[in-house]
């Protein structure tokens, strides 16, 4: 089965920046990396799991959530099957747990998603 490992996470004071990177595994010959689109999801304490952002198997469908949107940049490398995410510009409420998933196709809905990984913390404050 695919499996998904989160690094990056921590500590940040607003306006600062941290990229998290996800390494992907577990794909076959048949079942490749760059078949399937890729996302991050947040979730703060008391609120349900959001999408971040999401870029389909192409790359030619990239999608932000507003609030993030001039701030973050999501991108993928097919060759060693990584995803990251870059995070400029830091805000408190951006606070949360952070996940890289995969699927067939981007969805706000976090049922379409059969791999994810453990989640990474990251914190904005001073």
């Known amino acids: 089965q695919l499996q998904l490992v989160e690094s990056g996470g921590g500590l940040v004071q607003p306006g600062g920046s941290l990229r998290l990177s996800c390494a992907a595994s577990?794909?076959?010959?048949?079942?490749?990396?760059?078949?399937?689109?890729i996302a991050w999801f947040r979730q703060a304490p008391g609120k349900e799991r959001e999408g971040v952002s999401c870029m389909n198997a192409s790359g030619f469908i990239i999608i932000y959530k507003h609030s993030v949107k001039d701030r973050f940049l999501i991108s993928r490398d097919n060759a060693k099957s990584t995803m990251a995410l870059q995070m400029n510009s830091l805000k408190p409420e951006d606070t949360a747990n952070y996940y890289c998933?995969?699927?067939?196709?981007?969805?706000?809905?976090?049922?379409?998603?059969?791999?994810w990984g453990q989640g990474i913390q990251v914190t904005v404050s001073s």
């Open positions: 577990g794909f076959t010959f048949r079942n490749t990396f760059r078949n399937y689109a």
């Open positions: 998933a995969v699927a067939l196709d981007c969805s706000q809905h976090v049922g379409n998603y059969p791999s």
